[in-house]
């Protein structure tokens, strides 16, 4: 491989890796014309906070939130989406990946504020 890169992937559901199955499968794809080898650091979205942000995605070189459903680990992602803006690191977001990312933008940049995921 000519280079690598580290990719976070905040989810839920990181203890299953089998959940992320076409991820893993993409990324296994992707690395390959290029020669580039993907490395990818799970990170349990509820383990997320104001606190340890920087700690724990500050020395990726992207980050890809998935899908999911529920509340539960939201509020992590959204820190996450908020984390890459701001600091410039490529942000991938599927699903609910993508619709964070929004909250965040909304809440932070806009400056609509809300408490639950269907009011921003």
């Known amino acids: 491989m000519k280079e690598e ?29 290029d020669q580039i080898k993907v490395n990818l650091h799970w990170i349990n979205a509820d383990q997320i906070t104001e606190e340890n942000i920087q700690e724990k995605l500050g020395d990726f070189d992207g980050i890809l939130v998935p899908g999911g459903f529920g509340e539960r680990g939201v509020e992590g992602k959204i820190l996450t989406a908020k984390f890459a803006r701001e600091n410039n690191i490529p942000y991938f977001g599927i699903c609910l990946g993508m619709q ?7 809440r932070n940049v806009i400056g609509l504020k809300g408490g639950k995921l269907n009011r921003v």
């Open 5 to 33: 890169v580290d990719i976070g992937i905040v989810g839920k559901y990181v203890e299953l890796k089998d959940a992320y199955k076409s991820i893993i499968e993409s990324f296994n794809h992707a690395q390959i014309p």
């Open 100 to 106: 964070v990312a929004v909250i965040e933008f909304a």
